[in-house]
């Protein structure tokens, strides 16, 4: 089992770059794929970009290219570069044991709080 916690969301503007990061605790964090999904106000959760046990990464379309997913032995990180105000949202970050970089959230069994992404035009 892991418990995870993000943190870095914050107010910006629109063009800033900001990372995320998702502090795990609990036993072997490396061998968990580890992704991001975000929630927008009277929208559904959607996909951002995951990495997998071995490093391959998967991002969203809508997004690809100023994404940038990483990992280390105990935290998950999301840079997000060239920011929108259609990127405001809660970003969460989820975890599971499958190995693969999955972009369903079913395929996820462990989920942090949520971080608040801001931007302002």
């Known amino acids: 089992q892991v418990q995870l916690v993000e943190s870095g969301g914050k107010l910006v503007q629109a063009g800033d770059s900001l990372r995320l990061s998702c502090a795990a605790s609990g036993r072997s964090f490396s061998t968990y794929t580890v992704a991001w999904f975000r929630q927008a106000p009277g929208k559904e959760r959607e996909f951002v970009a995951s990495i997998g046990r071995g490093g391959n990464t998967y991002y969203a379309d809508s997004m690809k290219g100023r994404l940038a997913i990483a990992r280390d032995k105990n935290t998950g990180y999301l840079e997000i570069n060239s920011l929108k105000p259609e990127d405001t949202a809660v970003y969460y970050c989820?975890?599971?044991?499958?190995?693969?970089?999955?972009?369903?959230?079913?395929?996820?069994?462990?989920w942090g709080q949520g971080t608040q992404v801001t931007v302002s035009s």
């Open positions: 989820a975890a599971d044991l499958g190995g693969w970089p999955y972009a369903a959230a079913d395929d996820y069994a462990y």
